[in-house]
């Protein structure tokens, strides 16, 4: 992976998680603290993150108009694309669907806005812009305190409101996987969205790509059994051969989707 390729992956991990620590950064990349450090240095000089706590965080402001090159798409974006496709190619009209936190269930709103007539209930204002060119779809936003960073809303009134419903379908991420704890969050506030959609909906469609084997979150959100579909780029063979029999994975690496 060249430097501009990790800085790019590097700044769209820390829109997802808001702070990230320059150690787990190094892990996930397979390079030192000090060349993480010249990556973060680098971007936080053009403004697109701050140094804080031992890691690195969004700016406290908007950031100005700089952005590193954009050549092509990452492969994290290309995959998180495909999986989006593919889990609104399984939405059949007339739906009513739960959507949570992140970008990568952002990018399934954006591939769900095709559709003619839906129902969607989020907590993610960045959801509700995605799909407010389609009439056609009706979008139903809880309240809840306001999180800047994130463009989404957590809180005791995001749980309440998932619990007013039953979904025919609830869509949700995470910030990592574990084979023994299942799906983990970085905060608290998101494992108890994502626990709210569970609990809450007929299908319970797991998005995330291969890259959250190897990160570590803390907060507990579900294990895989109550997982019914998991949409992914690719599945390592030890974690494929220990998840649930009843679990659905859906590939969707190029060149084919492939359905176990």
């Excluded at 190619?89 to 007539?117: N, W």
């Excluded at 907590?123 to 305190?145: K, R, W």
């Amino acid at each position: 992976m060249s430097a501009k390729e990790r800085q790019r992956c590097i700044l769209e991990w820390v829109h997802e998680q808001e702070h990230v620590e320059v150690e787990d950064i190094a892990q996930r990349f397979g390079v030192t603290t000090q060349t993480i450090r010249r990556d973060i240095n680098k971007m936080c000089e053009l403004g697109l993150l701050r140094r804080r706590y031992g890691g690195v965080s969004l700016p406290a402001r908007p950031a100005p108009s700089f952005a590193l090159p954009q050549d092509e798409p990452t492969s994290s974006q290309l995959a998180k694309q495909r999986m989006a496709k593919r889990v609104a190619a399984d939405i059949p009209e007339g739906a009513t669907v739960s959507l949570g936190v992140g970008s990568t269930v952002e990018r399934v709103a954006q591939a769900l806005i095709h559709h003619h007539s839906l129902r969607i209930l989020t907590n993610n204002f960045s959801v509700a812009a995605a799909l407010s060119g389609n009439p056609g779809i009706e979008v139903i936003v809880s309240g809840g305190m306001y999180r800047h960073n994130h463009h989404d809303v957590v809180g005791p009134e995001v749980s309440s409101f998932f619990s007013s419903f039953t979904t025919d379908f609830g869509i949700f991420s995470t910030g990592s996987m574990d084979l023994e704890q299942g799906l983990m969050d970085h905060e608290i506030r998101e494992a108890e969205v994502s626990r709210a959609i569970i609990a809450n909906t007929r299908t319970r469609m797991l998005v995330a790509d291969h890259s959250k084997w190897t990160l570590n979150a803390h907060c507990k959100v579900a294990t895989f059994k109550y997982v019914d579909r998991f949409y992914t780029d690719s599945v390592p063979r030890k974690q494929r051969a220990n998840l649930p029999d009843s679990m659905a994975i859906i590939e969707c690496d190029e060149p084919q989707l492939v359905v176990s």
